[in-house]
Structures are given as structure tokens and as C-alpha cells.
């Protein structure tokens, strides 16, 4: 470790060369990281690592839970579909060595498992998100209903330490929905980041020269302040997509008309005042979960419950999270909100009190 943070210290001197490193790097421990490094005059860090992507290898079903004779496995098994982190369609950045998944299609490919195993009698979708991009939220709510529509399978959801915004809305395609008594639930809203930098860029001489045809095609552009059309605009497009998702709400749980809209206006709350309100089911946690998907099949008995991971990817209880790298922080000490619009996943159905998820 010792070796990377001297790299780290030394890339301000490298800013007129560009440093290469081939070969074998060693850093204490068991941690081996091979490949080339380039550091280019920005002090970026560029890996060009040679390995064999794990997200090539396909995924399997892992039997997780307490062991039992093989005599007692049944036929029938609960999957547990677990989807953690932000939801966005697009590859999750890595750390050096490797990159994380796009959380879209990750879980369409476990919605492929459960399609192609008839053993599969019911599904517990176990949600830990505060949500994410309006459209990736949306994609994932479409292949639910999907399987559901394709296999007739009941779908239990289960709300772990958050269930916000876009993972809210994929739990109220759920049959049922579980939240512990300590989670975060609701964020029913919509958000879009923008930023006017004009005068912080302006303090550095840096003059925004756009060529355009249309002259609302910047609008949100942190490269000047927002006209009043423009404003109106945006607003009008968040208020269709919040729309849109009362309605999906209201469409399964009519009772909410008449609470009253606090619920509507992105507010949070805990798992029981939740069920007290009506937006979830039953407090309990995911064994509750999964006793009410082995009910909704009929079961007798405790059914194996399988989650799906790649070939080089271990569970061993239900509650094992995807293992999905989180986005990878820049080397530089310095981030501007509003410059990374590469990776603005721009409308987001989400609760968002982290400023690091503005960008």
C-alpha cells in the first residue's frame, strides 16, 4: 500500500511527462495488480489492465441459507433477486483492477435465470437503492412486470436499510412489499441537478463559446444561468415523471388517495410509519419476506432459497449483496459538481441527501 500512496504523493511532479510503468505491481498482502500504468500530464491514473473480466462468466444459482440433507431439499426453491446501490443504466465505475456492472442489465440477467428455471415457485425482491435515473428505474419496473406476466410467479419485495425513490417504485410493482422497521422509505419525487458555474468559471478566464442550432439545446447547461422558458420546461418534464409515478402508486394502493399528500412531495420516512401510512405492506425483514413468498406457493415447508452470482462470486446468506463495485472517486482532490455530464443520469427518481450523487 505503501508503494501506491508514494505514486499518488509524486503525480503532482508529473504534470510535463508522462510516467509508464509495465510489468508486475506488488502492494503488501495478498493484493497483486498487474498490467500498465500511464499517468498523463493531468495526474490522471490510466490503467491498461490485462485480466479476464468476471462479468464474462455467467451467472449461476447459489443455494444459500442454513445447510440441509439432501433429503430435505425440495423442488420448489424462493429466488432472492438483490438489487443494491444506485440504479442507473450504465457501468458502475471500478477500482484499478476492476470495473463494476451496469445495474440495469445485471438485473434483467437474473430476471433470464428465474425465466429459464421452472424449480423457481416464487421471487423476493430484496431492495437496498435510493433509486436512481427515471428511465433506468422505469426499463427495470418493464422487465418486472415482464417475468411477471411470463411465469405468473409471485413477487415479494423487501426493503432493506433504503428503499427510495426508483427502488421504491420497482417495490410497488411487487404482490407485496416488506420493510423493516428502521429502513428508509418513500422519496416519492423527482430531481434534476443543475448548476450555474458562469461566474466560477469566469473567475478563471474560462468563457463557455457553444456553436448551437436551437436555442433551448443547452438548457441546464452549468455554463450559464437558466432562462425562465427553459426553467419552465424542465419543471414541466419533472412534474410528467412524478405524475407518472403517483399514479403507478395510487394504481396498486388506492387507500393512499385519501391519506393526505405528504407522501407525494419526496418525503421519507421509516418502515413502520410506512405500513402505518399505507405505502408498505407489513414491517418485518427478509425471512418475513420469504415466508410470505413460500405461503404465496403453497409450500408445507421451508423451501431453498438460491441467489444468482458469477462463477468467481461466493454467497452464503441471503443477505449477501450484489457485489457490484461503487463508483470510482477521482484521483484529484477537487470535484466540480455539475462538469461530469457524462455521467449525469439527468431526471432521477431518488433520494438524494449525498451531495457525491449531484454531479
Excluded at 495526474?43 to 440433507?69: C, F, M, N
Excluded at 419526496?266 to 399505507?278: E, F, N, P
Excluded at 452470482?309 to 459538481?337: C, G, K, W
Aim: hydrophobic residues 40%; glycine residues 10%; aromatic residues 4%.
Amino acid at each position: 500500500m505503501i508503494g501506491v500512496l508514494a505514486l499518488l504523493v509524486l503525480l503532482p511532479a508529473c504534470r510535463s511527462k508522462v510516467f509508464r510503468h509495465s510489468g508486475a505491481v506488488n502492494v503488501g498482502g495478498e493484493m497483486k495488480v498487474s498490467g500498465k500504468f500511464d499517468v498523463d500530464d493531468l495526474g490522471e491514473l490510466a490503467t491498461a489492465i490485462r485480466l479476464q473480466d468476471s462479468h464474462s462468466k455467467p451467472l449461476r444459482a447459489i443455494r444459500v441459507g442454513p445447510p440441509k440433507p439432501a433429503s430435505l431439499h425440495t423442488s420448489k426453491k424462493i429466488a432472492v433477486i438483490d438489487v443494491d446501490g444506485l440504479l442507473v443504466d450504465r457501468v458502475m465505475g471500478g477500482g484499478l483492477a476492476a470495473s463494476g456492472e451496469n445495474p440495469v442489465a445485471l438485473f434483467r440477467e437474473k430476471l433470464d435465470q428465474v425465466r429459464s428455471d421452472r424449480s423457481i415457485g416464487a421471487v423476493v425482491l430484496r431492495l437496498n437503492s435510493p433509486g436512481g435515473g427515471v428511465t433506468a428505474s422505469d426499463m427495470m419496473c418493464h422487465e418486472l412486470m415482464r417475468l411477471k406476466q411470463e411465469r405468473q410467479l409471485p413477487i415479494i419485495a423487501s426493503l432493506g436499510v433504503v428503499g427510495a425513490g426508483g427502488a421504491y417504485y420497482l417495490a410497488n410493482h411487487c404482490d407485496a412489499i416488506v420493510a423493516q422497521p428502521t429502513s428508509v422509505v418513500g422519496g416519492i419525487g423527482v430531481i434534476l441537478n443543475t448548476y450555474n458555474l458562469e461566474d466560477t468559471m469566469g473567475q478563471f478566464n474560462i468563457l463557455g463559446v457553444p456553436i448551437k442550432s436551437g436555442e433551448q439545446i443547452d438548457a441546464g447547461s452549468p455554463q450559464r444561468p437558466l432562462e425562465d422558458n427553459e426553467l419552465e420546461m424542465l419543471q414541466g418534464i419533472a412534474d410528467s415523471f412524478h405524475q407518472r409515478l403517483i399514479d403507478q402508486v395510487t394504481s396498486t394502493r388506492p387507500q393512499l388517495l385519501v391519506s393526505g399528500d405528504r407522501w407525494k412531495e419526496g418525503q421519507v420516512m421509516t418502515g413502520q410509519q410506512a405500513a402505518d401510512l399505507g405505502l408498505v405492506d407489513t414491517v418485518g425483514y427478509l425471512d418475513t419476506a420469504i415466508t410470505l413468498a413460500e405461503g404465496q406457493v403453497g409450500a408445507q415447508e421451508s423451501l431453498d432459497v438460491v441467489l444468482y452470482r458469477r462463477e468467481d462470486q461466493q454467497a452464503y446468506t441471503p443477505l449477501d449483496s450484489t457485489p457490484n463495485a461503487a463508483r470510482m472517486q477521482s484521483l484529484l482532490p477537487i470535484h466540480v459538481p455539475g462538469l461530469s455530464r457524462s455521467e449525469m443520469p439527468t431526471f432521477l427518481y431518488m433520494w438524494q441527501p449525498d451531495p457525491q450523487m449531484a454531479n
